[in-house]
């Protein structure tokens, strides 16, 4: 399994940047595929969350409102539409999938950076 990762950029405070993740290697029905990002000097934390079959989603409180993950089966990607940016949510941000009965996300992408200036 393969992922790549990128839309990353720099964007103003209240700006909207939409990430995408390339998948390949497998199908992925029955995986759930999801956005984490990591801060400069703080642990990586889970932002969001897709289903590939229903298209089930979940976000962290910080991201309710602001992101929607959506996918497109046809092309095997996963996005992260961010509106309304805020500077914390400057981060490297990766996309990760695992199969729906694993507890572990097992393959990550490369990460894209987003870097949100005030």
């Known amino acids: 399994v393969q992922l790549q990762a990128y839309g990353g950029g720099l964007v103003q405070a209240g700006g909207s940047l939409t990430l995408s993740c390339a998948a390949s290697g497998r199908t992925f029905t029955n995986w759930i595929m999801g956005w984490f990002r990591q801060a400069p000097g703080r642990e990586r934390e889970f932002v969001a969350h897709?289903?590939?079959?229903?298209?089930?989603?979940y976000y962290v409180d910080s991201a309710k409102g602001r992101f929607t993950i959506s996918r497109d089966k046809a092309k095997n990607t996963v996005y992260l539409q961010m509106n309304n940016l805020k500077p914390e949510d400057t981060a490297v941000y990766y996309c990760?999938?695992?199969?729906?009965?694993?507890?572990?996300?097992?393959?990550w992408g490369q990460g894209t950076e987003v870097t949100v200036s005030s």
């Open positions: 990760a999938t695992k199969s729906s009965a694993s507890y572990d996300y097992r393959y």
């Open positions: 897709i289903t590939w079959n229903l298209g089930t989603t």
